[in-house]
């Protein structure tokens, strides 16, 4: 594919501007623009789907529930989670919304293939799943055909806030962290690795880091 694709390592951010962003950044391309995939660490946050509820949400304490307009239900975010934004012209690169779950779905799968680790994903339930634990949470958002939103892949991270929600809208649903699975799991290292199972997976060939952060920032946001 000769696509041109934008990686952004935006570190660790806010949820809200980052989110603001990137639907800012979706509502304002156009066929000519470059896609983008965004790298982000963020600050402890709930993030309720489109169609969520709050049932779902059960003792938030000090950490802020935000209603975004993703599919799903209820996730948590916090440091040592990988978020991977995708703002991706899925008609372009020859894909659709079901084929892009797929992909992400695949990628995240590959990766844990090469730690020696078998993981799977589920028809009923987006996601990849260790055994009966989840390990990446999906939930995207679709405009003119134009992706936006991601995966998030629990590396090295405290899983107490999941045990304050029902996971993805599932009372009993288990999380794991990769680290508890693969000893010398870094946030470095598997960012760097799940990029090129992503590149594999999407069919990227022409892309570009950058680890200029202030331009989501900048951008007017709708």
Partial sequence: MSQKLLIRQLGRQPYEPVWKAMKAFTE??????ADEIWLVEHEPVFTLGQAGKMAHVLTPGQIP???????GQVTYHGPGQLVVYLMLNVR?????????????????INLLNGYGIHAHAKADAP???VGDAKLASLGLRF?????YHGLALNID???????RINPCGYPDQQVVTLKALYSVATLATVSSALVKCLLTELGYTDYLYTADSSVFLTRETI
């Fill in 28 to 33: 304002q391309r156009d066929s000519q623009s």
């Fill in 65 to 71: 529930v935000i209603k975004t307009d993703r599919g």
């Fill in 92 to 108: 372009r690169i020859g894909s659709g919304p079901r084929a892009l779950v797929t992909a992400l779905e695949n990628s995240v």
């Fill in 127 to 129: 996601g990849v799943y």
């Fill in 143 to 147: 405009r003119k055909m134009c992706s």
């Fill in 157 to 163: 991270m405290n899983l107490e806030p999941f045990q």
